[in-house]
């Protein structure tokens, strides 16, 4: 539409042009006639001429309104373009609250705590099938990261242990793995007890606190945390809740049922526990 519009008025204001281009031409050849012939010529060009004035005042017109149009054009572009960078500013800003939030949490839990040395890693893979509960992490024996060492969350949760490490990665034993084992204890009735994984529970991601008696007062929405004796691991790292108790095959014996505090379905940002002290 722009296109055979712009070409119309300009066919015309190359007609009226013309004509009036031949009137000042006859003009200047009849120069100093007087008389009928000069009046007739000056008569028949004057509609030629105000053809041209309002074809050109009509192309005026259209120049300036294409000229808005392509102004318009050009501030829709920069004004998009600075929204762009507006909104990757702010997903960088959420990011980096992200982040505070998460350090913040990491050093309330530190200063409430035992000490710990820790260092800070990414995940960067997980098992991928449904028999193992395994992720694997950034960070290895450059960084003094060493088979058997916990892992944690931001919030001071245990994720896991260090199973295998390399240079620059580690591969993590998550609390549901079937191979996972710590000693642990209930916070409320202090009852001592086993941590371990199960295959059943690996896909719900929870665990066991197994090795309890019948007498042992452990009750539901009880919290437990690790427990070590000169073990290579710090003892009141937090693992996780009773949701349910079952008795194991035989009735000797019997099994709580946890649900980890951690999330292990979205770990991102995890620290590893290289170094710990304990008062004795």
Same mark, same amino acid.
């Given at each position: 539409?722009?296109?055979?519009?712009?070409?119309?008025?300009?066919? *015309?204001?190359?007609?009226?042009?013309? /004509?009036?281009?031949?009137?000042? !031409?006859?003009?200047?050849?009849?120069?100093?006639?007087?008389?009928?012939?000069?009046?007739?010529?000056?008569?028949?060009?004057?509609?030629?001429?105000?053809?041209?004035? !309002?074809?050109? &005042? @009509?192309?005026? @017109?259209?120049?300036?309104?294409?000229?808005?149009?392509?102004?318009?054009?050009?501030?829709?572009?920069?004004?998009?373009? %600075?929204? %762009?960078? +507006?909104?990757?500013?702010?997903?960088?800003? /959420?990011?980096?609250?992200?982040?505070?939030?998460?350090?913040?949490?990491?050093?309330?839990?530190?200063? !409430?705590?035992?000490?710990?040395?820790? %260092?800070?890693?990414?995940?960067?893979?997980?098992?991928?099938?449904?028999? @193992?509960?395994?992720?694997?992490?950034?960070?290895?024996?450059?960084?003094?990261?060493?088979?058997?060492?916990?892992?944690?969350?931001?919030?001071?949760? /245990?994720?896991?242990?260090?199973?295998?490490?390399?240079?620059?990665?580690?591969? #993590?034993?998550?609390?549901?793995?079937?191979?996972? @084992?710590? !000693?642990?204890?209930?916070?409320?009735?202090?009852?001592?007890?086993?941590? &371990?994984?199960?295959?059943?529970?690996?896909?719900?991601?929870?665990?066991?606190?197994?090795?309890?008696?019948? %007498?042992?007062?452990? +009750?539901?929405? &009880?919290? #437990?945390?690790?427990?070590?004796?000169?073990?290579?691991?710090?003892?009141?790292?937090?693992?996780?809740?009773?949701?349910?108790?079952?008795?194991?095959?035989?009735?000797?014996?019997?099994?709580? *049922?946890?649900?980890?505090?951690?999330?292990?379905?979205?770990?991102?940002? #995890?620290?590893?526990?290289?170094?710990?002290? &304990?008062?004795?």
């Amino acid at each position: 539409m722009k296109q055979p519009f712009r070409h119309k008025w300009i066919v *015309i204001a190359a007609a009226a042009l013309s /004509l009036s281009l031949l009137a000042a !031409a006859l003009a200047l050849v009849l120069k100093g006639t007087a008389g009928p012939p000069r009046s007739l010529l000056e008569t028949a060009s004057r509609p030629f001429l105000r053809l041209f004035s !309002a074809a050109s &005042e @009509q192309i005026r @017109q259209v120049s300036d309104y294409f000229q808005g149009i392509d102004r318009l054009r050009e501030e829709n572009a920069a004004l998009r373009q %600075e929204l %762009e960078e +507006r909104e990757k500013e702010a997903q960088a800003g /959420l990011l980096a609250a992200a982040e505070n939030q998460r350090l913040r949490s990491l050093l309330d839990f530190t200063a !409430a705590s035992q000490d710990l040395t820790l %260092e800070p890693a990414w995940v960067i893979a997980r098992s991928p099938d449904n028999w @193992q509960g395994t992720v694997t992490i950034d960070k290895g024996t450059n960084q003094g990261v060493q088979a058997g060492q916990c892992v944690i969350d931001a919030g001071g949760a /245990l994720v896991g242990r260090v199973k295998e490490t390399g240079g620059s990665w580690a591969a #993590v034993t998550l609390l549901c793995d079937g191979s996972f @084992q710590m !000693a642990g204890m209930a916070t409320t009735s202090g009852v001592l007890g086993s941590l &371990e994984g199960d295959l059943s529970l690996l896909p719900q991601g929870k665990l066991k606190l197994t090795c309890l008696t019948k %007498e042992d007062p452990v +009750r539901a929405g &009880e919290g #437990v945390v690790t427990f070590a004796a000169q073990e290579s691991y710090p003892s009141g790292l937090v693992v996780g809740r009773v949701t349910a108790l079952e008795e194991d095959p035989g009735g000797l014996t019997r099994s709580a *049922i946890l649900t980890p505090a951690a999330d292990l379905d979205n770990l991102g940002q #995890v620290f590893v526990v290289t170094a710990f002290w &304990e008062d004795q």
